[in-house]
């Protein structure tokens, strides 16, 4: 279930945060340590005086191994440490003092032990807890075909969490009738109720993308299932959430692109000479999910998008990373006079710059889906 891929991902669509694997580096070099501190020990106790002890050395490489090391490797480091400190106190008279300063190494490596299998239990649950994450992300967040409806598809989600695979953040990708159409949304707020808003989203836009004629149509469609179920669960969360999101329609064998932007990021188009540009809504529009506050009629705009061409869709987790100096990532000015030799070696490119811009990552889960028409 770990899911791990060549390019670093855990699941569909997921990228593993450089944050954990950070994390991951140093507990490999930290597993040498119980062994360093039994070495440094026995030196310390051989090169004192005899009033001097190794046991805070040795019983401290017992409680560092209990969470970093196996069971059996936690055991050999508490025999290693008492005998270590038995046979430097043997050096001397075995007093009263040698005495208790053995027992106490052995007293704590048995505690070690205890501790050591109470860590892997909670691993354990843990591991369990991350497999039901990401079996919730696929369900909720399945990664499209790399080829769908005639076109070359490529998503990543990073979230800003550590350990954290699935967010506010959404995407789906349905070839219908009308065309090739798309979501890419980012819903206001974390935690369950962010992910029970996506839920809802994508469930209503799988359905309506095949049954209605119009993108506006699906818009709405999408406006009324979200006031809908805000009703229905009757929470202040749900009820006062919205979410931006842009829909695309790329109809079967035309060189064009319709969209509906609903306060969103505008989608940027990458032509095959390496210029960008953003596809900016044409008329400022409210977010879905806040209706109660105005209406008008959804109106797409068109948009060329010619062979050879890329989409690039995406959450303002893109838009919105910063650096050191708090400055904002610009993705058209990181990404103009480059050509990417397809839509996954282009998002795979770029989260390595948002990584690099930011020094380890954004505050923000960052939603990325790439087209290409051949």
């Known amino acids: 279930m770990d899911g791990r891929r060549a390019d670093g991902r855990r699941a569909p669509g997921s990228v593993e945060p450089p944050e954990r694997r950070s994390v991951s580096y140093t507990r490999a070099s930290v597993r040498v340590l119980p062994a360093l501190l039994i070495v440094a020990g026995v030196l ?17 490489a017992s409680l560092v191994a209990a969470p970093l090391l196996s069971l059996g490797a936690t055991v050999w480091t508490g025999v290693v440490g008492t005998a270590a400190m038995t046979l430097v106190t043997l050096r001397f008279a075995l007093d009263a003092s040698g005495i208790t300063e053995i027992a106490t190494v052995a007293v704590v490596a048995c505690l070690a032990v205890v501790i050591n299998r109470l860590v892997s239990l909670g691993n354990a649950r843990l591991a369990s807890a991350h497999e039901i994450a990401e079996a919730a992300q696929r369900a909720v967040l399945p990664e499209p075909a790399a080829r769908t409806g005639g076109l070359e598809l490529a998503v990543r989600y990073v979230a800003a969490q550590t350990d954290a695979l699935i967010g506010g953040d959404l995407y789906a990708v349905q070839d219908t009738p009308h065309g090739v159409r798309l979501v890419v949304g980012d819903v206001r707020g974390k935690g369950m ?67 509906v932007n609903r306060g969103h990021p505008g989608p940027l188009l990458l032509r095959g000479d390496g210029t960008v540009r953003t596809l900016d809504a044409a008329e400022p529009a409210l977010p879905l999910g806040m209706g109660d506050l105005g209406a008008w009629p959804d109106r797409a705009q068109e948009e060329e998008f010619p062979c050879g061409a890329m989409l690039l869709f995406h959450t303002d987790g893109l838009s919105e990373a910063r650096d050191g100096r708090g ?19 282009l998002l795979a490119e770029l989260v390595d710059d948002v990584v690099r811009y930011t020094g380890g990552g954004g505050a923000d889960d960052m939603a990325l889906l790439a087209v290409r028409r051949p």
Do not use: K, N, W
């Open 44 to 60: 310390y106790d051989v090169l004192t005086p005899q009033y001097f002890t190794a046991a805070p050395f040795l019983t401290a």
């Open 193 to 259: 109720g962010a992910v029970g808003a996506v839920a809802v989203v994508i469930g209503a836009f799988r359905e309506a993308a095949e049954q209605e004629t119009t993108l506006e149509a699906v818009a709405q469609r999408l406006e009324r299932s979200l006031m809908r179920e805000g009703v229905r669960r009757d929470s202040v969360e749900v009820f006062e959430g919205f979410i931006t999101a842009v829909l695309a329609e790329i109809p079967h064998g035309a060189q064009g692109v319709r969209l």
């Open 327 to 345: 400055v904002f990532f610009d993705p058209v000015r990181q990404l103009s006079g480059r050509v990417f030799a397809g839509p996954d070696a």
